[in-house]
Every structure is written in structure tokens, then in C-alpha cells.
């Protein structure tokens, strides 16, 4: 079934690729929050940058690297200034956003949203959404979690601004029937560290784990091994760092929200409603979340920070 659709797939972006034949060569815009420091987003714009070279299109990758949502927003309106054939782009504040993603929808650019925000994208004008619902996904990791044996958690969020995360972590304590337990950690890998030994020092009864992000969920890990506590930790994402801490029995598992698929599918997706007449799946696009432990850890091992 998986290589049927995968095959229609193909065919359908070939098919719309011969077609598109008037010499206008089309230009697409993808803007994320990331401060470069993410190994998450490089497989993003890795899947985009393939899906464009697919269709014979153009990608253009931005992001700012304070992390600053004016700042984003500010690239939104640049992007939508230039007039390309679409934008995609994540949003984690749709708050911050929104006014940009709305006023480029009214220029007339069509816009994808990715990986956060699934609740506020049609709202703003966007077309659909590619992502994972990411307090399914957090329910998904506290439920397993809880049947692991968590009783007492702790979310670590190295972005509190970003909506998608603090779902993450409410869905994780929805599924251990517990308050919410979360801190901000940051995105600098030291910080994590600190931050989390802190919290584990100050409250030996935690005995359960999440990061929301493969580098935070590394960073963790050395928390945990440098106060000797005895916790499951569990992951979102992958990276070849975390794919070896599950290999060592050091992570539990990781939450696979498929990234690639998030910067492939919208480059797809565009380039089919622009060149036969606003054609579009009927509904938005998850594409996550999917479990990667002990169990299948060694066949994904390999694409991790590349294709997953």
C-alpha cells in the first residue's frame, strides 16, 4: 500500500512537471523558526530543497538566528513582498505571525504551514498544514511513559514561546494523569544540562523524562548520567546522537514526526495548486507521530539527521 501511494505519487508530480510549460520557472519561499542550532530543520530544508529540484522549481531557506518572532515575521513580509509562488513557513507564535501570514494570503501568495500551528493555519488563511498534532503526539508519549512506569514527569521545552512544544509536554502529563511539570531549558546545549540537573536535584521523586527536541533529549541524557538519577527518558525527533542513546538503552524511545516529509510535501503541494487549477489533498497533512525504539532503532539509525 505504502509503495502504491508513494508511486502515484511520483507519477502525479511527473505528470504536473511536463505539463508546466510556459517557461515561468517557479519560486518558492520557506521560512522556519530555528536559530541554526536545531539538527531538526536541516532534514526540513533538505526535504524541500528536494521536492523543488523534483518539480524543477526554486527553494529559498530563511530564518533569523536571534529567534526573535518580530524578526520572523519581518522575513514573512520580505518573502511576501517579492511575490513568489508560495511560502511555507512554521509557526510556533501565531500570534506573532499571523498579521504577516494573513497579509501575505491577501497579496495573493499562497502559504503552507509546517510543523507547528496546526490549530491557527486555516484561520490565517493558509492553505493546509504538514505536521504532526502534536498533543496526540505528547498523549502518545506520556500513555507509553505511564505503561513504562513514570508516576512523576518533567517536560524539559527549550522553546517556551513555541505553542506546538507546550503541547507536546501538556500532552504528555494529560497521559500520565499528573499537572503540568515544565520548565524552559533553552536551546543552548549547556543550559539544558544545568537546568535539567538542577530540576532532578531539587526533586528526586521525578522519575520520568521528555524532551521535546533531540538535542535537548542529548543534552539531557549527560544531566541525568551527571547526577546518577534513575529516569526514563524519552524523546522527540531524531538525531544520530539520540539514535545512539537508544541503541545504549540510555533513551526509551523518540517521538518520529518524519521532518523531511514536512519540507517535502508542501513544495509538492504548491506545485500542484498553482499549475492545475488550485488542485490540493482534502485535508491536511500528519505526518507524524511514529515511535522509534529497540525495536526498529537500527533501520532508521542511518537517515537520522539526513532523511528522518
Wanted: contains cysteine; negative net charge; charged residues 20%.
Amino acid at each position: 500500500m505504502k509503495k502504491t501511494m508513494f508511486a502515484a505519487l511520483a507519477a502525479a508530480t511527473a505528470i504536473a512537471g511536463a505539463a508546466y510549460a510556459d517557461g515561468h520557472s517557479e519560486r518558492y519561499v520557506m521560512i522556519t523558526h530555528t536559530q541554526g542550532t536545531d539538527p531538526f530543520w536541516p532534514v526540513v530544508e533538505k526535504g524541500g530543497r528536494d521536492a523543488a529540484e523534483d518539480v524543477g522549481a526554486t527553494l529559498e531557506y530563511n530564518f533569523d538566528v536571534s529567534g526573535d518572532m518580530a524578526a520572523m515575521a519581518k522575513l514573512i513580509e520580505a518573502a511576501a513582498a517579492s511575490q513568489p509562488d508560495g511560502i511555507i513557513v512554521s509557526l510556533p507564535d501565531a500570534a506573532a505571525l499571523g498579521p504577516a501570514i494573513k497579509s501575505a494570503v491577501a497579496d495573493g501568495v499562497p502559504v503552507v504551514t509546517i510543523n507547528s500551528g496546526l490549530e491557527s493555519s486555516a484561520e490565517l488563511g493558509a492553505l493546509m498544514h504538514v505536521g504532526q498534532p502534536e498533543r496526540d503526539a505528547g498523549e502518545a508519549a506520556g500513555g507509553r511513559a505511564k505503561a513504562e512506569g513514570v508516576t512523576k514527569g518533567l517536560c524539559l521545552n527549550q522553546e517556551a514561546f513555541n505553542t506546538a512544544l507546550v503541547d507536546r509536554c501538556s500532552g504528555y502529563f494529560d497521559a500520565l494523569g499528573a499537572d503540568l511539570n515544565m520548565i524552559d531549558v533553552s536551546n543552548d546545549p549547556a543550559q539544558i544540562e544545568t537546568r535539567t540537573a538542577a530540576a532532578l536535584q531539587a526533586d528526586e521523586t521525578i522519575d520520568g523524562v521528555l524532551a521535546v527536541g533531540p538535542h535537548v533529549c542529548e543534552a539531557a541524557n549527560k544531566a541525568i548520567k551527571d547526577v546518577g538519577a534513575d529516569v526514563h527518558l524519552a524523546c522527540f525527533d531524531l538525531s544520530p546522537g539520540v539514535m545512539d542513546m537508544i541503541d545504549a538503552g540510555d533513551a526509551a524511545f523518540t517521538i518520529d514526526q518524519q521532518q523531511r516529509l514536512q519540507g517535502y510535501m508542501p513544495v509538492i503541494v504548491l506545485h500542484l495548486y498553482n499549475n492545475h487549477a488550485g488542485l490540493l489533498p482534502g485535508a491536511n497533512i500528519p505526518s507524524g507521530p511514529g515511535f522509534v525504539d529497540a525495536s526498529n532503532a537500527a533501520a532508521v539509525k542511518e537517515l537520522a539527521g539526513v532523511d528522518r
